[in-house]
């Protein structure tokens, strides 16, 4: 299962993984390169994500690391982890807009990276694959496609 982390103004990917599907592998897998972001950090950090991340558990443990869990909503037949102390901030909804730019970096990957379908067995060589389709995404995200210079995307506003 790929995990990317991505900064919210240009949809640029920072660290990208990969790791063995589980329950809960993506729960467990969005720590570590919020650790290697801001290790030991009294900076307030805010990390969105989307409904399966809406647990009690994720909540708590992204509030003790200092980071705000901008996590979507999950309400369907019970009590959502995210309360009004998240969700009353102009910040929250501007960061759930913001939350498609990863859609299209994984999009990316799928359609023009290569990863429909990979032909790799094993977690190290689809890990490098993976990775390598991220990077390339962000080249392609800061190059120009016909003039070859070098430059940032402007911001998605929605």
């Keep these: 299962m790929g995990h990317a982390l991505t900064e919210n103004r240009h949809g640029l990917v920072v660290e990208a993984g990969l790791t063995q599907a589980t329950g809960t592998a993506e ?9 290697a972001q801001a290790p030991g950090s009294t900076r307030r950090l805010t990390l969105g994500a989307d409904k399966a991340y809406d647990t009690a ?9 200092c980071v705000t869990p901008h996590v979507a909503q999950n309400e369907k037949g019970r009590r959502s982890a995210i309360d009004g102390r998240t969700t009353r901030h102009a ?13 299209e ?3 990316w990957t799928k359609t023009i990276g290569g990863l429909a379908r990979p032909m790799r ?6 890990g490098f694959a993976f990775t390598f389709a991220m990077a390339a995404y962000d ?5 120009g496609s016909s003039t070859g210079e070098l430059r940032l995307p402007q911001s998605h506003e929605a």
């Design 27 to 35: 729960r467990e897998a969005a720590a570590t390169p919020l650790d």
């Design 57 to 65: 558990d994720f909540v708590a443990d992204m509030r003790q690391k």
């Design 91 to 103: 910040g929250y909804a501007q960061n759930q807009k913001k939350r498609k730019l990863i859609e």
């Design 105 to 107: 970096a994984f999009g």
């Design 121 to 126: 067995r094993g977690l190290a060589r689809m």
């Design 139 to 143: 080249l392609i995200l800061c190059c």
